[in-house]
């Protein structure tokens, strides 16, 4: 079944605590990306890559590293988390022939930094 | 305001017609999304539209675009339980600059 997963779904952690957040597509999608879903906001695009080892930041990548090593795997990496950075987080893949970007999204992880 | 902007709130009655409004950004938008979240996913692609054309249809949906008023529309005729989603609206300035409106929350009563 064609489909990206995000590990792990759910994350309760605190201050200052390195965590990562994986991200996996068996489409063999050129493009991924990471949102941030926060209430009363759209989806808001932390990082991007258009295939392996380029990355490039979106809207909103402080505080946020990435890395894409593998064409399938794009995890997002939090140094130092902060409350600030409590969210609902998006991956999502597509291919990039064409102009339209159809991407598939990820269940979300919900992270909650105290 | 800079922001694609939807209204938050939707509720219909199961059977009639929904109309979701959205107002973008970028005249020079190129492609233009309709995705839909059920509780607990992400985010699923329902249609799109390219900048030139002014509406496409697509079984139960109907997409409007008015490009001088910047307003797309997606309209679900017959709508159902099963339709309860938030819909969000999303414009693309170019391949990895997409854009998202908050979201509407549609409700479908039976």
């Known amino acids: 079944e064609a489909q990206v997963t995000q590990n792990p779904r759910y994350l309760i952690t605190v201050t200052g605590k390195k965590l990562t957040v994986t991200c996996s597509q068996n489409?063999?999608?050129?493009?991924m990306s990471w949102y941030r879903q926060d209430p009363g906001l759209g989806l808001r695009q932390i990082y991007y890559?258009?295939?392996?080892?380029?990355?490039d930041k979106g809207d909103v990548p402080e505080g946020y590293k990435v890395s894409r090593k593998e064409k399938r795997n794009f995890p997002l990496i939090l140094e130092s988390p902060s409350p600030n950075q409590t969210s609902l987080y998006f991956c999502?893949?597509?291919?990039?022939?064409?102009?339209?970007?159809?991407?598939?999204f990820g269940p979300g992880t919900r992270l909650t930094v105290l | 305001g800079e922001d694609v902007e939807q209204s938050l709130f939707l509720s219909v009655r199961e059977g009639d017609s929904s109309v979701i409004n959205c107002t973008y950004t970028?005249?020079?938008?190129?492609?233009l999304y309709w995705y839909k979240q059920e509780p607990g996913a992400g985010l699923q692609l329902l249609t799109y539209i390219f900048s030139n054309m002014d509406m496409k249809q697509d079984q139960r949906l109907t997409v409007l675009l008015n490009k001088k008023d910047k307003h797309l529309s997606l309209r679900i005729a017959d709508t159902q339980t099963g339709d309860s989603a938030i819909y969000f609206c999303?414009?693309?300035?170019?391949?990895?600059?997409?854009?998202f409106g908050a979201g509407t929350r549609l409700t479908v009563k039976p």
């Open positions: 999303a414009e693309s300035l170019s391949f990895n600059d997409m854009r």
């Open positions: 890559s258009m295939n392996v080892e380029v990355t």
């Open positions: 970028d005249s020079s938008s190129t492609y």
């Open positions: 489409m063999n999608h050129e493009y």
């Open positions: 999502a893949s597509s291919w990039t022939s064409g102009r339209v970007n159809e991407q598939f």
